[in-house]
């Protein structure tokens, strides 16, 4: 199992949280958080992000009236990385291209933002 995750790492490319405010900056990714609503109450957000409940993805993925028929490029977080990555690949597995993950989440992003107020 371990092999079959190191694949599935090199196939959805993560995007560090140092890039996230050019892109937010530049709005040149759509971003997907697909947390739950509550967590994103609690936790905040990231501007611009699109909500689309983890639980809730499969039904866009399939939907022909969905953000998900552009380009992209999409850029996928959760709140550590790990519920974005598995979203980003089943999006891939429907065949949408451009998709990437943001690595270490929300709470990644918030701790660099908290470093740069010190």
Same mark, same amino acid.
């Given at each position: 199992?371990?092999a079959?995750e ?9 995007i560090?949280?140092?890039c996230?405010d050019?892109?937010?900056s530049e709005n ?10 509550k ?12 909500n689309?409940?983890?639980d809730?993805?499969?039904k866009?993925?399939e939907s ?7 380009? /992209?490029?999409?850029l996928?977080?959760?709140t550590? #990385?790990?519920? $974005?990555?598995?979203?980003? *690949? =089943?999006?891939? %597995?429907? /065949?949408i291209k ?5 690595e #270490?989440g929300? $709470?990644?992003w918030k701790? *660099? =933002?908290?470093? %740069?107020?010190?």
């Amino acid at each position: 199992m371990i092999a079959q995750e190191k694949k599935h790492r090199e196939v959805i490319e993560q995007i560090t949280v140092d890039c996230l405010d050019a892109i937010i900056s530049e709005n040149s990714y759509t971003i997907i958080d697909v947390r739950n609503p509550k967590g994103i109450e609690d936790q905040g957000s990231i501007p611009g992000a699109i909500n689309i409940p983890f639980d809730t993805i499969d039904k866009h993925y399939e939907s022909y009236n969905t953000i998900f028929n552009n380009e /992209g490029p999409f850029l996928f977080c959760c709140t550590g #990385g790990v519920m $974005s990555y598995m979203a980003a *690949l =089943k999006a891939q %597995e429907k /065949g949408i291209k451009n998709v990437f993950n943001l690595e #270490g989440g929300h $709470s990644a992003w918030k701790k *660099l =933002k908290k470093s %740069e107020e010190s």
